[in-house]
């Protein structure tokens, strides 16, 4: 069974901090790791990782896999109260057509004080 | 809005009646999941549809759940004679098509499902 592990489960900081993510998977037939953000309502798609080594960056968010180790990282720089969210990590494996059968960690929760 | 749209956001039932959640897709999106997220739980899949076609409803219970894409309308999932373990969040959300592979899923609000 498909398997993915989100820590730490929460995190404290203040503004300005930076802070690290972590998700370890195992998946039968990768194709591919994605992160969301999810406040009160829908997940709010990030990044989708399929190779090694290649880092994903969008504004102060950056994201990277590592295939052999069955993980991926999310960094935040500069982190601002609305980063305040719960982060979710999700594989996707085998199947057909575009990305399909998520399987979901449980999340972060992070909460950036003022 | 362009976005996955789900309705009702909010649903309260009594134990024993029916629940039907709705779900369109993003324009121009063929592809339908179907998630569940439990109190203190991570979004759990439940079925993988294409229009008038499931395609894997391995997650989905096999009693009292059902889902159909049909060829025009939303995607509808219903849930017969609710129980109180069926209170969650039912999350929809959209991908395209075969043509464009390695997408991601575009999730709904989703909708809150309350079982008294």
């Known amino acids: 069974e498909d398997k993915v592990v989100q820590s730490p489960l929460s995190l404290v900081v203040h503004e300005g901090d930076t802070v690290t993510l972590n998700c370890s998977y195992e998946?039968?037939?990768?194709?591919?790791l994605l992160w969301y953000k999810q406040e009160k309502k829908a997940p709010t798609f990030l990044f989708m990782l399929t190779s090694s080594g290649i880092e994903k960056k969008s504004g102060r968010l950056s994201s990277i896999l590592d295939k052999k180790e069955l993980f991926s990282i999310l960094n935040i720089t500069a982190t601002q109260t609305g980063d305040s969210a719960v982060y979710l990590c999700?594989?996707?494996?085998?199947?057909?057509?575009?990305?399909?059968?998520?399987?979901f960690g449980k999340g972060t929760l992070l909460t950036v004080n003022p | 809005n362009a976005g996955v749209m789900q309705n009702p956001r909010h649903l309260v039932r009594r134990r024993g009646q029916e629940a039907r959640l709705r779900c369109s897709p993003m324009?121009?999106?063929?592809?339908v999941y179907w998630y569940r997220q439990l109190p203190e739980e991570g979004l759990k899949f439940m079925v993988y549809l294409q229009k008038e076609n499931i395609i894997d409803e391995s997650g989905m219970p096999k009693e009292r759940f059902s889902a159909e894409f049909p060829k025009e309308g939303p995607s509808i999932l219903r849930i017969q004679q609710v129980v109180r373990g069926d209170s969650a969040a039912y999350f929809c959300?959209?991908?395209?098509?075969?043509?464009?592979?390695?997408?991601?899923?575009?999730f709904g609000d989703g909708t809150r499902l309350s079982i008294l």
């Open positions: 999700a594989v996707s494996g085998a199947g057909g057509g575009s990305n399909y059968k998520l399987t």
């Open positions: 998946v039968t037939n990768f194709r591919s």
């Open positions: 959300a959209s991908s395209p098509g075969q043509g464009a592979r390695n997408q991601p899923q575009h």
């Open positions: 324009k121009g999106h063929s592809h």
